[in-house]
T-cell receptor, first 111, second 115 residues
Framework: GDSVTQMEGPVTLSEEAFLTINCTYT??????LFWYVQYPGEGLQLLLK?????DKGSNKGFEATYRKETTSFHLEKGSVQVSDSAVYFC??????????FGTGTSLTVIP | NAGVTQTPKFRILKIGQSMTLQCTQD?????MYWYRQDPGMGLKLIYY???????DKGEVPNGYNVSRSTTEDFPLRLELAAPSQTSVYFC??????????????FGEGSRLTVL
């Protein structure tokens, strides 16, 4: 069945470091792919998405490219800030009506 | 634009009590979902609905009930609360079905503690 596998955390980085959070997926067909972010004490909010193969989603300096050949959607940011400290979730909808979420990766950025 | 609104934000229940978590959305979305998030864990789907009058079970439906009498509202009922239901509950909605791009919009969450 459809699923996402996300890099385990927690991840701790210094400010201005490069971030990669890995996400791979298993899916029937070619669904849209999403990254959600959850700041402390808040609900999840959409960070970025890609709707087809080779699409690059981007927002707030974060990027992720939909790679069909490697079934991946890795999240990257060139220079993280303290304000990026949050939990990040990779997600995909199945061909029915449900959304599958990864287990989440907690990021802490220290000054 | 309010989006998805959940109430209450916090609640403490005693074992065996019942309560309803309210969720309403003003985006005219057909699809609505209830998730729970245990500390340090990901999201687990409890129930979902594809439209008024239609509901279906997710991964962890036991101990919960839902109804969907209108497009806007999707309340989650906890019957006979148990400590295992201590969690943060999120309601979400989306416009489209399937894999074609419709993102989920989340409420701010309801933190429930059962003692």
């Amino acid at each position: 069945g459809d699923s996402v596998t996300q890099m385990e955390g927690p991840v701790t980085l210094s400010e201005e470091a490069f971030l990669t959070i890995n996400c791979t997926y298993t899916a029937t067909g070619y669904p849209s792919l999403f990254w959600y972010v959850q700041y402390p004490g808040e609900g999840l909010q959409l960070l970025l998405k890609a709707t087809k193969a080779d699409d690059k989603g981007s927002n707030k300096g974060f990027e992720a490219t939909y790679r069909k050949e490697t079934t991946s959607f890795h999240l990257e940011k060139g220079s993280v800030q303290v304000s990026d400290s949050a939990v990040y979730f990779c997600a995909l909808p199945n061909t029915g009506n449900q959304f599958y979420f990864g287990t989440g990766t907690s990021l802490t950025v220290i000054p | 634009n309010a989006g998805v609104t959940q109430t209450p934000k916090f609640r403490i229940l005693k074992i065996g009590q019942s309560m309803t978590l309210q969720c309403t959305q003003d985006m005219n979305h057909n699809y609505m979902y209830w998730y729970r998030q245990d500390p340090g864990m990901g999201l687990k789907l409890i129930y979902y609905s594809v439209g008024a009058g239609i509901t279906d079970k997710g991964e962890v439906p036991n101990g919960y009930n839902v109804s969907r009498s209108t497009t806007e509202d999707f309340p989650l009922r906890l019957e006979l609360a148990a400590p295992s239901q201590t969690s943060v509950y999120f309601c979400a909605s989306r416009r489209t079905s399937g894999g074609s791009g419709g993102e989920l919009f989340f409420g701010e969450g309801s933190r429930l503690t059962v003692l």
